[in-house]
T-cell receptor, first 114, second 116 residues
Framework: EDKVVQSPLSLVVHEGDTVTLNCSYE??????LLWYKQEKKAPTFLFML????IEKKSGRLSSILDKKELFSILNITATQTGDSAVYLC??????????????FGKGTLLTVNP | NAGVTQTPKFQVLKTGQSMTLQCAQD?????MSWYRQDPGMGLRLIHY???????DQGEVPNGYNVSRSTTEDFPLRLLSAAPSQTSVYFC???????????????FGPGTRLTVL
């Protein structure tokens, strides 16, 4: 069964800390891995990763993919209270036929305390 | 651009009733999806479409129907609502990069559905 597993499920840190969120996957016909941030509304896109070892960076957030070990990490440095959210990992894959779809992990709830 | 819009924002149904959740996008995206989100379950794919006239099932399609007559609209129909369908429903769209796969998905604001 194709699946995406995120860890930890929840995390509480203090402002200024650095956090690492993990996402492992087991899918056939992998195409890409995506990270989303969800506050109390719809998810918003952070990164899409398709190649191993190439870091994607946006401000204090960065992410990297390891296609050999089938995992990705999302790093957030110098955390702020505005980083508090659920972080979702999703994998795009072909489940048969010519079309691809996304499957999501359950998310990591990050709480950043002042 | 309005992006992805969903109506209604909230809905309460009685068991057995039917209804349609509306989703529209004005970005000329070919790929559209419906997800449901339940506490502790993440997002689960219900149905998706890679273009007008083409739909396929996701992980949890039972009890739901979709159709895609235009590029812009992708309605989700609940045939006979059940309490297990109480959830938050998100519609999403993305460019279809020529291979039938979703690129960066843009999500609508969601519909919170309660079935009594």
């Amino acid at each position: 069964e194709d699946k995406v597993v995120q860890s930890p499920l929840s995390l509480v840190v203090h402002e200024g800390d650095t956090v690492t969120l993990n996402c492992s996957y087991e899918v056939t016909n992998f195409r890409s891995l995506l990270w989303y941030k969800q506050e109390k509304k719809a998810p918003t896109f952070l990164f899409m990763l398709t190649s191993s070892g190439i870091e994607k960076k946006s401000g204090r957030l960065s992410s990297i993919l390891d296609k050999k070990e089938l995992f990705s990490i999302l790093n957030i440095t110098a955390t702020q209270t505005g980083d508090s959210a659920v972080y979702l990992c999703a994998v795009s894959f072909n489940s048969g036929g010519s079309n691809y779809k996304l499957t999501f992990g359950k998310g990591t709830l990050l709480t950043v305390n002042p | 651009n309005a992006g992805v819009t969903q109506t209604p924002k909230f809905q309460v149904l009685k068991t057995g009733q039917s209804m349609t959740l509306q989703c529209a996008q004005d970005m000329n995206h070919e790929y559209m999806s419906w997800y449901r989100q339940d506490p502790g379950m993440g997002l689960r794919l219900i149905h998706y479409s890679v273009g007008a006239g083409i739909t396929d099932q996701g992980e949890v399609p039972n009890g739901y129907n979709v159709s895609r007559s235009t590029t812009e609209d992708f309605p989700l129909r609940l045939l006979s609502a059940a309490p297990s369908q109480t959830s938050v429903y998100f519609c999403a769209s993305s460019l279809n990069r020529g291979g039938g796969y979703p690129d960066t998905q843009y999500f609508g604001p969601g519909t919170r559905l309660t079935v009594l």
